[in-house]
């Protein structure tokens, strides 16, 4: 193996450590956050789905319980769908360096 290949081996490995550290730095900060149609409701969750922070407005304590909760359920997955959907790119950035 000549010294030229050895060091087009050791570029490669430094790219692919650095899109590996990117991935892992952008992985411990992805958030998702969503709100419903009136802004009334909004959710906050982390990168692996779970609840990270929930604001009610004031007026949600007039709207029918079950209503609500469904609301505020729906309002979560959606937050949750977006992190999950950064996450996805995240690693498919990363597949896409390595291969």
């Known amino acids: 193996m000549s010294e030229q290949q050895v ?3 050791v570029d490669r ?4 450590l650095g899109s590996l550290e990117h991935t ?7 958030r998702g956050s969503a709100r419903n ?6 959710a906050h969750v982390d990168g692996r789905g779970a609840l990270a922070g929930l604001d009610l407005a004031e007026s949600v304590t007039r709207r ?3 209503e609500l909760g469904s609301e505020i359920l729906a309002t979560i997955h959606e937050a949750a769908r977006r992190a999950a959907t950064e996450r996805a790119r ?5 597949r896409s360096a390595l291969s």
């Open 7 to 9: 060091e087009a081996i």
């Open 13 to 16: 490995v430094r790219t692919q």
């Open 24 to 30: 892992l730095d952008g992985l411990g900060t992805v």
């Open 37 to 42: 149609q009136d802004g009334s409701i909004v």
């Open 64 to 66: 029918d319980p079950t």
């Open 90 to 94: 995240l690693l498919h950035d990363l």
